[in-house]
């Protein structure tokens, strides 16, 4: 158990310091000199000449790297060109609507695709259970920009159920910002349910086909006590796991949704450090998030370690 | 169907076939390809030029689909995107697959290289796919290469972490080593033994992957950042098509159920896919 | 102040925070992105100019017939006669934010500070001997030539002659402290900008209009999809939205909530040529690319509806000063054959016409893509390059990789504040006859005279093909139903904005 620890810790560091390297070499492998694309065309020799000095661009490459790997560890993430303003500064600006978004997104799919399939599970083969399955699929095939447009227009402009866009404006307080993620949280947490859901229906019918769970059949249980009273409480599992896996696909789609309804988060900051060439912040934005993503799987990991008894390592 | 031979030969087309909606899904995807493919190659349908006072026309008649807002017919640019839509799935699906497998199999089949590339897939992996290959496109430009590319980078490590984990169970199999102790060079074992076992799972995944690209490109055209739009995508129509959401609703809802449909029969093929070829699976659904 | 009774939930919960009593009267504005600078010095962007000009003034502004009138400065200058001396006297008793009082040495130390840093300023700055406070509260201009646009750029809030407080002057400022009614009083960039009133403001004389700082707070909020500025109109988030997209228009115009605002004309979309590299620089090449554009499709396609476009080769549009019809003749040829005899003539090789365009603005990559469709009819090998902004702006300034740009200018009040024509702006159309006309427009200080003179202009453009000119666009605004007293302008000014309840 302790071994097992000290082994994923050990490789939770290496990943994240490839992490590092990989987000250094590529904006690095950005054609032209940094430092006259910051300038832009107007700059002259001496002033793209003194900007790479003070980048660090004219030292060797190697010195570059371990440069940024030291200030990348004390979290220094460079300075945003746009912002002018540290990186690790501008995403914590940024990371509020982005978490709350994910988080809300989760539940949303939580909500829709446990149940459904569980029940699926249950009544496997069934007309239900193919009819949930293609649904939740056709949502998720669906660009999730589309089906945020139509709710924005439909839901929010026409009927005026949700705010259409934006975060509550200046000192909007946290219910007014909570509330204008609803709708986005709908859009992304739909979206993402189809993956729940076969992920619910795939692991209950594990759990069912398990041995103390047809010795409970066999001594004559119903189907529907069977998944009351074992199924069900394994599938605290399945939950862990889906929140490791789809978190991924939640910051991805994030950057879309965020777009859709101009929310002031990561992922609309991302967006925009691209149309302005704003590179430190496309790194930072990099570094940042697959760290996160790697602590989330790290502890998704354990606390799976410590819900299912049955696991071995 | 290489693959089917070895893993399930007897019963794939049962198993593959047992819900009537993956054999109602490998036909409509069948015909969405053939549409996009056959129908302009063999000059059926003429995409024909721009006419622009009949812009924003409703379906019917001359247009069966409708006409955009530069007067040119729907139903034809629906089959040119296509090509680059289904092109960019496919490229990716096959690209990611190849380099998929290479790494897999190295790191799977050398100790010595499996630490390192373990740890590099799980790096590449953190990286969520917009996230990344929106990055690549802002860096290297929007063409379509650099999309597949982009994309490919991003699932490449999906495939590679199957096929090294395939790998690692296969060739411990008893006939593996036996031909190993043979003298059978490694590289002709990788190809001949693993590569055929494993042909399969990689199918499967592939076709998720091909569904994913297929997103992933309409969500990279709606920031901005796809492919020039002189060669058109249905996610760059269905971009073009937001502005006249309430005057012309055709101009999305058309290529927008290109996207969906051929994503969700992709995805129910793989699913069929996984049917058959997962025994274990299968038996149970 | 208004009571205000009932708007939406959001911002009726987010205000009860500060203040007690008396809901604020707060004018929330979607604009298009976000101000890169808060110095419109610095800036030629619209956007910065929209902003900026609440809070930062410069001694002379427009009126709304477009004429110069005074606004930090007391009176109109005294010119002398050879038009190279403008006395200019300043109001007293103005305060910048800081508290400090407004003075000559402020003003000129400014002034000086344009001339240097300002793309507008310095593209003059030959032309100017000296900037000097010549008394507590006068400014002395003098010019090595009479220059009749100055007044006009000392008046632009772009690239603008803005006065700030002379212990504030750098290369570049990062607070910029005005003395405009409103103040900026908190920025996330990306996010918003809140402006407030400023307590201390001293009105300008009646020629520019007053400043009646209605509203308590101005916010401008960045919404960079044309989309969500109109369903944020729409469900009521904002009173204001700028650059609509045309086809919106008739759902805003449904709308009980809001109501559209055309602003006709609005401007003139515009094919620039390079005529510093490249096949534009054949007179031929020119001719055939003007032989050949289709202008009635083009602004077709691109706007959708003739109640947003007017087919006008005139620079100018009707009813304006400088409105003339010389050259036109030359406009909406629409003959491909014709262009087709211009290229033969060229010894055209079929090298590739490069035309850079972005869809920053949709009706750029519209018109591009009819044009290019006649082009190639007419002979040309196109290579359209469709980029995001950034890169279009950055690639612009590069002759070597375009031939074609498009892009589009609003109307302004004096023709010299068109770069275009100039042979040191980025197109660099440097034509001899051309160049002693526009130096006799812009030394020329009699009204009419100057009429003529920029009708021979137009004349030349036409005949040089020195730039394409595609037609006259309205702009689409949209602002709520309640909101009063903005007047339609491409940088629509809230000092005086009200809202009913």
């Known amino acids: 158990m302790r071994s097992y620890l000290l082994r994923r810790l050990v490789g939770m560091i290496i990943v994240v310091f490839l992490v590092l390297t990989l987000a250094f070499i590529l904006v690095r492998l950005a054609p032209g000199d940094p430092a006259s694309l910051l300038l832009g065309p107007d700059a002259t020799p001496e002033e793209v000449q003194s900007l790479r000095v003070r980048l660090g661009l004219d030292r060797p490459i190697l010195v570059q790297y371990l440069t940024f790997l030291a200030n990348a560890l004390q979290g220094d993430l460079g300075r945003s060109l746009f912002f002018d303003r540290p990186v690790t500064e501008v995403l914590a600006s940024r990371a509020e609507p982005t978490i709350f978004l994910a988080l809300f997104s989760l539940l949303v799919a939580l909500v829709i695709a446990t149940p459904i399939g569980i029940w699926a599970a249950y009544r496997r083969g069934s007309v239900l259970d193919q009819t949930s399955i293609t649904t939740a699929m056709l949502a998720a095939s669906v660009p999730s920009f589309l089906t945020g447009l139509i709710f924005q227009r439909y839901l929010a402009t026409d009927l005026g159920w949700f705010p259409a866009s934006g975060y509550g404006g200046v000192g909007a307080d946290f219910g007014t910002r909570m509330w204008h993620l609803v709708l986005p949280s709908i859009t992304l947490g739909i979206t993402n349910s189809a993956l729940i859901l076969r992920f619910t229906r795939a692991s209950m019918l594990d759990i069912l086909g398990e041995d103390y769970v047809r010795t409970a059949r066999a001594k004559g249980m119903t189907e529907r006590r069977v998944v009351l009273r074992h199924a069900l409480k394994n599938a605290g599992i399945p939950i862990i796991t889906v929140v490791g896996l789809t978190f991924a696909l939640l910051i991805s789609g994030a950057v879309v949704t965020e777009r859709v309804f101009n929310l002031p988060g990561m992922g609309n900051l991302v967006v925009n450090a691209v149309l302005r060439r704003d590179y430190p912040v496309i790194q930072g934005t990099l570094i940042v998030v697959a760290t996160l993503y790697v602590l989330v799987n790290l502890l998704t990991d354990l606390l799976y370690l410590a819900v299912d008894k049955r696991v071995k390592y | ?285 | 102040m208004i009571l205000r009774t009932c708007l939406a939930a959001s911002t009726a919960i987010a205000l009860t925070a500060g203040s007690p009593l008396f809901a604020q009267e707060v004018v929330n504005v979607a604009i298009i992105g976000d101000p890169d600078t808060f110095d419109p010095m610095v800036s030629t962007k619209d956007i910065v100019s929209i902003v900026t000009q609440h809070v930062i003034e410069t001694l002379y502004t427009f009126d709304e017939e477009w004429s110069v009138v005074p606004l930090l400065a007391a009176d109109m200058p005294a010119i002398s006669d050879d038009g190279k001396t403008y006395t200019i006297p300043l109001r007293e008793g103005v305060t910048f934010h800081d508290g400090s009082a407004m003075d000559s040495a402020d003003v000129a130390a400014s002034v000086q500070r344009w001339a240097k840093v300002a793309s507008r300023g310095m593209a003059i700055a030959d032309k100017i001997a000296s900037i000097e406070a010549t008394g507590p509260a006068e400014v002395t201009i003098t010019l090595n030539e009479s220059y009749a646009p100055l007044l006009s750029l000392l008046a632009f809030s772009n690239s603008a002659a803005a006065i700030y407080p002379e212990e504030i002057l750098a290369d570049q400022i990062e607070k910029p402290v005005g003395t405009g009614p409103y103040k900026v009083e908190s920025r996330v960039p990306d996010q918003y900008t809140q402006l407030v009133r400023f307590d201390g403001y001293t009105q300008p004389g009646d020629a520019a209009g007053e400043r009646a700082q209605t509203p308590d707070e101005i916010r401008f909020v960045p919404v960079p999809d044309p989309n969500t500025r109109v369903e944020g109109l729409l469900s009521g988030q904002f009173d204001y939205a700028d650059s609509l997209p045309t086809e919106a228009y008739d759902r805003i115009a449904a709308s009980d909530v809001a109501e559209p605002v055309l602003l006709e004309p609005f401007g003139w979309p515009i094919f620039a040529l390079n005529h510093k590299e490249g096949l534009a620089t054949d007179l031929n090449i020119r001719r055939a690319i003007q032989a050949a554009l289709p202008v009635d499709d083009m602004l077709f396609a691109a706007f959708g509806d003739e109640k947003f476009f007017q087919t006008d080769g005139a620079f100018y549009p009707e009813g304006w000063a400088w409105y003339t019809d010389a050259g036109t003749d030359l406009y909406n040829i629409n003959d491909q054959a014709k262009a087709a005899e211009y290229l033969e003539e060229a010894g055209y090789d079929g090298s590739p016409l490069r035309i850079l365009t972005s869809r920053q603005y949709e009706f750029h990559y519209k018109m591009a893509e009819v044009a290019a469709m006649a082009l190639e009819m007419a002979g040309f090998t196109v290579q359209m390059d469709v980029v995001d902004w950034a890169t279009l702006a950055q690639n612009r300034d590069n002759p070597a990789v375009w031939d074609i740009y498009i892009t589009h200018s609003p109307f302004l009040p004096e023709p010299a504040l068109t770069s275009i024509f100039f042979s040191s702006s980025r197109e660099g159309w440097d034509n001899a006859e051309k160049n002693e006309i526009l130096a006799r427009f812009t030394s020329e200080t009699d009204p009419q005279a100057r009429k003529e003179v920029f009708a021979e202009l137009q004349a030349k453009a036409y005949e040089d093909v020195g730039l394409l000119k595609i037609g006259n666009f309205n702009a689409l605004h949209g602002k709520a139903k309640a909101l009063d007293s903005v007047s339609p302008s491409p940088w629509p000014a809230f000092w005086n904005a009200s809202k009913a309840d």
């Open chain 2, 1 to 285: 169907m290489a693959g089917s031979s070895t893993t399930a030969a007897p019963g794939f087309r049962k198993l593959m076939f047992q819900r009537p909606s993956v054999a109602v899904a490998l036909a409509v995807f069948v015909a969405v390809v053939a549409a996009c493919f056959l129908v302009p190659a063999l000059g059926l349908a003429e995409p024909g030029g721009m006419s622009v006072r009949n812009r924003l026309t409703p379906p019917g008649g001359e247009y069966p689909l409708g006409a955009d807002a530069f007067g040119r017919d729907v139903l034809g640019r629906l089959m040119v995107s296509g090509q680059t839509s289904l092109g960019i799935g496919l490229g990716v699906a096959v690209l990611s697959s190849v380099v998929g497998i290479a790494i897999g199999l190295i790191a799977g089949f050398f100790r010595r290289a499996d630490a390192a590339l373990s740890r590099l897939i799980d790096a590449m992996m953190a990286f969520p796919d917009i996230l990344l290959a929106l990055s690549l496109v802002a860096i290297f430009g929007g063409t379509m290469l650099n999309v597949i590319l982009a994309l490919s980078i991003v699932y490449a490590p999906r495939i590679a972490r199957i096929v090294r984990a395939s790998t690692l169970v296969i060739r411990e199999l008893p006939y593996v080593e036996a031909a190993r102790a043979l003298g059978t060079r490694t590289p002709t074992i990788m190809v001949t033994h693993v590569l055929r076992n494993i042909l399969s799972p990689i199918m499967v995944q592939a076709t998720f992957i091909f569904a994913y690209a297929m997103l992933a490109e309409a969500g990279l055209s709606f920031l901005g950042v796809g492919v020039d739009p002189r060669t058109p995508t249905w996610g760059i129509m269905v971009n073009e098509g937001r502005q006249y959401i309430d005057t012309a609703f055709f101009l999305i809802l058309f290529p927008g159920i290109a996207i969906a449909l051929s994503v969700l029969s992709l995805q129910i093929v793989g699913d069929g896919l996984r049917d058959a070829l997962d025994p274990k699976l299968a038996k149970e659904s």
